[in-house]
C-alpha cells in the first residue's frame, strides 16, 4: 500500500463512519445514533457505556445527565462540557473530581462551587435554586 492508496481507503472509512448511524448493544435507548452499551438513554450521540442520560453527545461512562458533551464518568450532571468523574454539575466545563458545581471552569477535586467561588453547602444550595429559576440565555 502506497500513501495514496492509504489515504483514499482512510478517507472511505471515514466517510463510512460518519454515515453509520445504528447503535451497539444498547438497551431500550430512543433516537439515540451511534451510542454503545448504554441503556434507557434518549437522544444522545456517540454515547458510550451511560445509562439514563438525555441528549448527550460523546459522553462515556455517565448517568442520569443531560445535554452534557465529551464527559466521562459523570453522574446528574447537566449543560457540561469535558468534566470527569464529576457529580451534580451545572454548566461546568473542564472540571475534574468535583460535586456540586455551578458555572464553574477548570476545577479540581472541589465541592459547592459557584462561578469557582467557593461557597458553603447552604449558601450554595440557596444561590444554585435562585439562580435555576432566572431565565437563562445558553449560548450552545
Do not use: W
Not at 5 to 17: K, P, V, W
Not at 41 to 54: A, D, I, M
Not at 78 to 100: F, H, K, N
Amino acid at each position: 500500500m502506497d500513501e495514496r492508496e492509504f489515504e483514499q481507503r482512510l478517507t472511505a472509512l471515514t466517510r463510512q463512519y460518519s454515515s453509520q448511524r445504528d447503535n451497539v448493544r444498547c438497551v431500550q435507548c430512543a433516537r439515540c445514533e451511534r451510542c454503545s452499551d448504554c441503556t434507557f438513554c434518549t437522544g444522545c450521540v456517540g454515547t458510550r457505556r451511560s445509562s439514563h442520560c438525555t441528549d448527550c453527545v460523546d459522553c462515556t461512562g455517565s448517568t442520569q445527565c443531560t445535554r452534557c458533551n465529551d464527559c466521562s464518568d459523570c453522574q446528574h450532571c447537566s449543560d457540561c462540557q469535558g468534566c470527569i468523574r464529576g457529580a451534580y454539575l451545572e454548566r461546568s466545563t473542564d472540571c475534574v473530581d468535583c460535586t456540586y458545581c455551578f458555572g464553574c471552569v477548570g476545577l479540581v477535586g472541589k465541592d459547592f462551587h459557584v462561578l469557582n467561588e467557593k461557597y458553603d453547602r447552604k449558601a450554595y444550595f440557596e444561590i444554585v435554586s435562585r439562580l435555576s429559576r432566572a431565565p437563562q440565555k445558553r449560548a450552545r
